[in-house]
T-cell receptor, first 112, second 111 residues
């Protein structure tokens, strides 16, 4: 099994630039989650989709963050404009209804 | 919303000793409690989970206990090995979606 695939694995960008993180969930999974991990706040749920529809985006920090899921096999998390405080590891995870949530390896973002 | 507290934040044990990590949750409606292990540079991986209709579950050297009345659950690792060294996260949810995680416990097993 390929697992949840995220790209890029590492990104260093300058403040003000647009950042796009990508995720391919496990085939057949119908729910997709974006989490952010920092030392201070731990693992925080940003948004989750069910059958490609955003269900809960209450964790999205502010309007600079947006997420899309145009089809069942692809999702993006975009930050525009990026700020140093956005530096974190961003995880995508997926599950089929009622089963284990599987995480990707994460995208390590540094905004300088 | 749900709030999950996890203790301790760091735990050092000698190889062969047992390790216990404890979590409390706030929402009495939560009914699913997974534990994840995160190794350096990797994503969290599920190691064991428990549902609210079960008080204890074991898988080889790992066990989880749940006390719904007190709203706390614990991870027990026996005969620890150096490869158990990692960050462990507890989580709680109603059903399987929208997990709320604890802040994590860094476990260090010394040979």
């Amino acid at each position: 099994d390929a697992g949840v695939i995220q790209s890029p694995r590492h990104e260093v960008t300058e403040m003000g630039q647009e950042v796009t993180l990508r995720c391919k969930p496990i085939s057949g999974h119908n729910s997709l989650f974006w989490y952010r991990q920092t030392m201070m706040r731990g693992l925080e749920l940003l948004i989750y989709f069910n059958n490609n529809v955003p269900i809960d985006d209450s964790g999205m920090p502010e309007d600079r963050f947006s997420a899309k899921m145009p089809n069942a096999s692809f999702s993006t998390l975009k930050i525009q404009p990026s700020e140093p405080r956005d530096s974190a590891v961003y995880f995508c995870a997926s599950t089929s209804s009622g089963n284990t949530i599987y995480f990707g390896e994460g995208s390590w973002l540094t905004v300088v | 919303g749900e709030n999950v507290e996890q203790h301790p934040s760091t735990l050092s044990v000698q190889e062969g000793d047992s390790a216990v990590i404890k979590c409390t949750y706030s929402d009495s409606a939560s009914n699913y409690f997974p534990w994840y292990k995160q190794e350096l540079g990797k994503g969290p991986q599920l190691i064991i989970d428990i549902r609210s209709n079960v008080g204890e579950k074991k898988d080889q050297r790992i066990a989880v206990t749940l006390n719904k009345t007190a709203k706390h659950f614990s991870l027990h690792i026996t005969e620890t090995q150096p490869e158990d060294s990692a960050v462990y996260f507890c989580a709680a949810s109603k059903g399987y979606s929208t997990l709320t995680f604890g802040k994590g416990t860094m476990l260090l097993v010394s040979p």
